[in-house]
């Protein structure tokens, strides 16, 4: 079975630093691989994803991630956050039709919080 | 833009009671899925649609959740009786190909 680890409940950045979240997953085969983020009240959003190719992936606000599969990690990172950055991501791994989204599980997340 | 919608928003009802939660889906995209989201559990597949027909619902308490797709714009997630366990906030999301796309969600609180 497939399984996704977020090592990192909290974070607290300052603005202007670098970010780097933590995923390592376990599956058989090459996984499809996501991270998505989640504002308060809001549902869940794709900011990346990996299915195959270039391992360093690039996504939306700024984020990239990273697929090393010595790891098994899919570690998410951003060199310098913004305010709006903080929110809640969640690392996810994909199996099955539709590019792993008919099975999709998801790590616990980590959440992210922001200082001046 | 397109977007998944969810109603309501916010349901808080009393133990007991029958809760219906429904789900307009981005018009074209083939699947549908209902998460329900808890601090305890965290992300949690209860059920998904292909093309309308149910093809995995082994998430879903069997006894008191029901899932249905009476057509391709709209989505049910039914919950009769309702417990207070059944308390968090359930996710609809429609999707085509590796798109995929989350509702707002419906906060669902039962006392």
């Known amino acids: 079975a497939q399984s996704v680890t977020q090592p990192d409940i909290h974070i607290t950045v300052s603005e202007g630093a670098s970010l780097e979240l933590r995923c390592n997953y376990s599956?058989?085969?090459?996984?499809?691989l996501f991270w998505y983020v989640q504002s308060p009240g809001q549902g869940l959003q794709l900011l990346l994803k990996?299915?195959?190719?270039?391992?360093l992936v690039q996504g939306i606000k700024g984020f990239e991630a990273e697929f090393k599969r010595s790891q098994s990690s899919f570690n998410l990172r951003k060199p310098s956050v913004h305010w709006s950055d903080a929110a809640e991501y969640f690392c996810?791994?994909?199996?099955?039709?539709?590019?792993?989204?008919?099975?999709?599980?998801f790590g616990t997340g980590t959440r992210l919080t922001i200082i001046p | 833009d397109a977007r998944v919608t969810q109603t309501p928003r916010h349901k808080v009802t009393e133990m007991g009671q029958e809760v219906t939660m429904r789900c307009q889906p981005i018009?074209?995209?083939?699947?549908v899925f209902w998460y329900r989201q808890t601090m305890m559990q965290g992300l949690e597949l209860l059920a998904y649609?292909?093309?309308?027909?149910?093809?995995?619902d082994s998430g879903m308490p069997k006894d008191r959740f029901s899932a249905e797709m009476p057509d391709a714009t709209l989505a049910t997630l039914k919950i009769q009786p309702s417990e207070p366990r059944d308390s968090a906030v359930y996710f609809c999301?429609?999707?085509?190909?590796?798109?995929?796309?989350f509702g707002s969600g419906t906060q669902l609180s039962v006392l």
């Open positions: 999301a429609s999707g085509l190909s590796e798109k995929l796309f």
């Open positions: 599956y058989g085969a090459t996984p499809y």
């Open positions: 990996y299915f195959s190719g270039d391992t």
């Open positions: 996810a791994v994909g199996a099955g039709s539709n590019f792993g989204n008919e099975k999709l599980t």
């Open positions: 018009l074209g995209h083939n699947t």
């Open positions: 649609f292909r093309n309308r027909a149910p093809l995995d």
